[in-house]
């Protein structure tokens, strides 16, 4: 008899911890459901408060004025970046025309230098273009991390 009320007193508490289980699983999963419905809420808030926004006068002029496109004016501000391969002959001359004009008081960057021999390549015709470039060895083109 004693063993039987002690197994009964087991299961009491055994369904009582399961029920309390039941209960806090609940309370959790009320409480993520107002926790979604909050965070939905908010952001239906957001989306609405930019439509509002969106529908200003203020928000139209600055649309508008976006709108307009800058022209580019000059070359300095349609530059392109590249990178070339030289010889450590080339690269040698490079720095000693930099010397150069160091020397005299200006100081060019490489791509200047280089551009100023570009300008000067353009007045060549086509004969002497060739020559000039025939005349180069060829450089295998290597990346330097």
């Known amino acids: 008899m004693l063993i039987f009320?002690?197994?009964?007193?087991?299961?009491?508490?055994?369904i009582k911890?399961?029920?309390?289980?039941?209960?806090?699983?609940g309370k959790v999963k009320q409480n993520a459901q107002?926790?979604?419905?909050?965070?939905?809420?908010e952001v239906q808030e957001g989306k609405e408060k930019?439509?509002?926004i969106r529908h200003s006068s203020a928000w139209q002029k600055t649309k508008e004025g976006t709108k307009k496109v800058a022209e580019i004016v000059g070359s300095h501000l349609a530059a392109i970046k590249t990178s070339i391969t030289?010889?450590?002959?080339e690269a040698e001359l490079m720095e000693n025309?930099?010397?150069?004009?160091n020397k005299k008081g200006f100081?060019?960057?490489?791509?200047?230098?280089?551009?100023?021999?570009?300008?000067?390549l353009r007045n060549k015709n086509e004969e002497e273009l060739k020559k000039a470039v025939e005349?180069?060895?060829?450089?295998?083109q290597t990346r330097i991390f």
Not at 34 to 41: F, I, N, P, S
Not at 97 to 101: H, P
């Open 97 to 101: 025309l930099k010397d150069k004009l």
């Open 34 to 41: 107002k926790g979604y419905q909050k965070a939905k809420e």
């Open 135 to 140: 005349d180069l060895f060829k450089v295998k």
């Open 107 to 120: 100081y060019p960057s490489k791509s200047e230098i280089l551009r100023a021999g570009l300008w000067n």
């Open 17 to 25: 911890v399961m029920n309390k289980n039941n209960n806090l699983q």
């Open 5 to 14: 009320s002690t197994q009964l007193h087991n299961k009491s508490n055994i």
């Open 86 to 89: 030289l010889s450590n002959e």
């Open 50 to 52: 930019s439509d509002e």
